[in-house]
């Protein structure tokens, strides 16, 4: 005769084994998915995009360029994913104009690296900030923001500053267009064209010398180089997310 007890137990045992497997594989799985989720949101690792920004041509009509270097503290803070800093030089004239493009695939972390807060930030000082407008040479035309700053401990150091900032292939001139809960979510596909670029092209004002002439060949320069910045990056599919 079949020992009764033992048959209930083996029962009551097949009942509870396949549940706590279930439930322990839940729990295994989503303490993975945790750690997952927690490396990607705080994650450093770059987001490539298909060509680095150093395949941008260093010549530039008759600017030439040469590569520059930001100190690792700078590119901790700004925490993009490629940049590129150049100076250029039109031999003839003997003019020079930086320029610096950041690419950020988490478009949050170029909140605090934008004009208004990093000059200020290392000793110069903003003054009034102009929005204008450029036409290339194909008719359209792009906004962007110029300004031109001084430094505080040297007041004669003067820069002009001309800056926008490519937001998923259409250029735009505020940061708030990249500030909302949208941009501030973690890029946990890795999509490349979620993303904003900041370009800014800038020159030293000579000692003696008008800012609005420098502004001059900083907006020339602009216009030489926002095409081709334009196209460099990939544009983002209306309503996608990443």
Same mark, same amino acid.
């Given at each position: 005769?079949?020992?009764? &007890?033992? /048959?209930?137990?083996?029962?009551?045992?097949?009942?509870? @084994? *396949?549940? +706590?497997?279930?439930? #322990?594989?839940?729990?295994?799985?989503?303490?993975?998915?945790?750690?997952?989720?927690?490396?990607?949101?705080?994650?450093?690792?770059?987001?490539?995009?298909?060509?680095?920004?150093?395949?941008?041509?260093?010549?530039?009509?008759?600017?030439?360029?040469?590569?520059?270097?930001?100190?690792?503290?700078?590119?901790?803070?700004?925490?993009?994913?490629?940049?590129?800093?150049?100076?250029? &030089?039109? /031999?003839?004239?003997?003019?020079?104009?930086?320029?610096? @493009? *950041?690419? +950020?695939?988490?478009? #949050?972390?170029?909140?605090?690296?934008?004009?208004?807060?990093?000059?200020?930030?290392?000793?110069?000082?903003?003054?009034?900030?102009?929005?204008?407008?450029?036409?290339?040479?194909?008719?359209?035309?792009?906004?962007?923001?110029?300004?031109?700053?001084?430094?505080?401990?040297?007041?004669?150091?003067?820069?002009?500053?001309?800056?926008?900032?490519?937001?998923?292939?259409?250029?735009? &001139?505020?940061?708030?267009?990249?500030?909302?809960?949208?941009?501030?979510?973690?890029?946990?596909?890795?999509?490349?064209?979620?993303?904003?670029?900041?370009?800014?092209?800038?020159?030293?004002?000579?000692?003696?010398?008008?800012?609005?002439?420098?502004?001059?060949?900083?907006?020339?320069?602009?216009?030489?180089?926002?095409?081709?910045?334009?196209?460099?990056?990939?544009?983002?599919?209306?309503?996608?997310?990443?």
């Amino acid at each position: 005769m079949p020992n009764q &007890t033992t /048959d209930r137990n083996a029962v009551f045992d097949g009942r509870l @084994v *396949a549940p +706590a497997l279930a439930a #322990a594989l839940v729990i295994l799985i989503g303490g993975a998915s945790y750690r997952w989720l927690d490396h990607e949101i705080n994650s450093t690792e770059p987001i490539r995009l298909d060509r680095p920004l150093s395949d941008l041509p260093l010549n530039v009509g008759e600017w030439k360029g040469t590569e520059l270097q930001m100190s690792q503290r700078v590119l901790e803070v700004a925490g993009c994913d490629d940049y590129i800093y150049r100076r250029y &030089t039109d /031999d003839a004239s003997r003019r020079q104009i930086d320029l610096y @493009v *950041a690419y +950020a695939a988490r478009p #949050a972390k170029m909140l605090g690296h934008r004009p208004e807060v990093c000059y200020p930030t290392h000793g110069w000082t903003p003054g009034e900030v102009r929005k204008e407008s450029l036409t290339l040479d194909d008719g359209t035309t792009f906004e962007y923001l110029i300004r031109t700053v001084s430094h505080g401990e040297r007041p004669n150091e003067k820069m002009v500053v001309l800056n926008y900032y490519i937001l998923e292939g259409r250029i735009v &001139t505020n940061w708030t267009d990249f500030w909302g809960p949208k941009y501030r979510m973690p890029n946990l596909s890795r999509d490349p064209s979620f993303y904003v670029a900041q370009t800014q092209v800038t020159a030293n004002v000579p000692i003696g010398m008008a800012p609005t002439t420098v502004e001059t060949w900083v907006k020339q320069f602009a216009v030489l180089t926002a095409r081709e910045l334009v196209a460099f990056f990939p544009k983002r599919a209306v309503g996608s997310e990443p």
